[in-house]
C-alpha cells in the first residue's frame, strides 16, 4: 500500500500559487518524500524530493513539517500547463521500489 | 537524465493474443521496473527487473501472466499474454538511475487496448 494520503482533487486560479498537501505519518527517518506529476496519461515526471528541510528548484518549493509527518508541494505561479496529478512519494533513495497512490487532480482554472 | 524508448507506443490487439513491450534505456541502469496503469487509475507495480536475476512480482501479478526478461544493463521487455479486455491499460516501463535527485525516470508507455 502506498504511505501517503492526499486529497482526490483540487482547483487552483492562474497565477496563484497551487498548495497540495501529504500527509505521510509512517515515514521512517531514512526514507525521503518525493513529487511527481503526470500529464495526459504520459510517463511520470520528477518535480522535487526532501528528506527534512524546506526544498525549492525552478518547478516547486517543497515543505515539510518538523516531525516528517506531513508536507507541502508549492507551485508558486500556477499556470494551465500545471493541470496534471500530482503524486507524494516515500521512499529511500537507492533501489527502494516506489508505490504510488491515488495522487491530486489538481485543475487550474483560468 | 536517462532517456527510456518504449516500443510499441500503443497497439490494438485481439483477445487471446500476446503482446511484447520492449523497454530500451541510454544508460546501464540496475534497476527496471515495470507498472500498469488502469484508465482512469495510479500507477500499479507490476514488477522489479534487475539483470541477471528473475524478476519480482507483487501481489496480484504472475509470471505466467506478464513474463519479463531483463537480458543486460539496458533492455527489458514485458509480455502480457494471453490478453483480456481488462488488460488495456497503459503500461510504463520505470528506471532508477543510482542515486540521482529524480529517483525514477519513466518511459512514455505503451497503450495496450484489448478487444
Known amino acids: 500500500d502506498a504511505k501517503t494520503t492526499q486529497p482526490p482533487s483540487m482547483d487552483c486560479a492562474e497565477g496563484r500559487a497551487a498548495n497540495l498537501p501529504c500527509n505521510h505519518s509512517?515515514?521512517?527517518?531514512?526514507?525521503?518524500v518525493y513529487w511527481y506529476r503526470q500529464i495526459h496519461s504520459q510517463g511520470p515526471q520528477y518535480i522535487i524530493h526532501g528528506l527534512k528541510n524546506n526544498e525549492t528548484n525552478e518547478m516547486a518549493s517543497l515543505i515539510i513539517t518538523e516531525d516528517r509527518k506531513s508536507s507541502t508541494l508549492i507551485l508558486p505561479h500556477a499556470t494551465l500547463r500545471d493541470t496534471a496529478v500530482y503524486y507524494c512519494i516515500v521512499s529511500g533513495t537507492s533501489y527502494d521500489k516506489v508505490i504510488f497512490g491515488p495522487g491530486t487532480s489538481l485543475s487550474v482554472i483560468p | 537524465s536517462a532517456v527510456i524508448s518504449q516500443k510499441p507506443s500503443r497497439d490494438i490487439c485481439q483477445r487471446g493474443t500476446s503482446l511484447t513491450i520492449q523497454c530500451q534505456v541510454d544508460s546501464q541502469v540496475t534497476m527496471m521496473f515495470w507498472y500498469r496503469q488502469q484508465p482512469g487509475q495510479s500507477l500499479t507495480l507490476i514488477a522489479t527487473?534487475?539483470?541477471?536475476?528473475?524478476?519480482?512480482?507483487e501481489s496480484g501479478f504472475v509470471i505466467d501472466k506478464f513474463p519479463i526478461s531483463r537480458p543486460n544493463l539496458t533492455f527489458s521487455t514485458l509480455t502480457v499474454s494471453n490478453m483480456s479486455p481488462e488488460d488495456s491499460s497503459i503500461y510504463l516501463c520505470?528506471?532508477?538511475?543510482?542515486?540521482?535527485?529524480?529517483?525514477?525516470?519513466f518511459g512514455s508507455g505503451t497503450q495496450l487496448s484489448v478487444l
Open positions: 527487473a534487475n539483470q541477471g536475476s528473475e524478476a519480482t512480482y
Open positions: 520505470s528506471v532508477e538511475v543510482g542515486q540521482r535527485s529524480e529517483k525514477l525516470f
Open positions: 509512517t515515514i521512517s527517518g531514512n526514507e525521503y
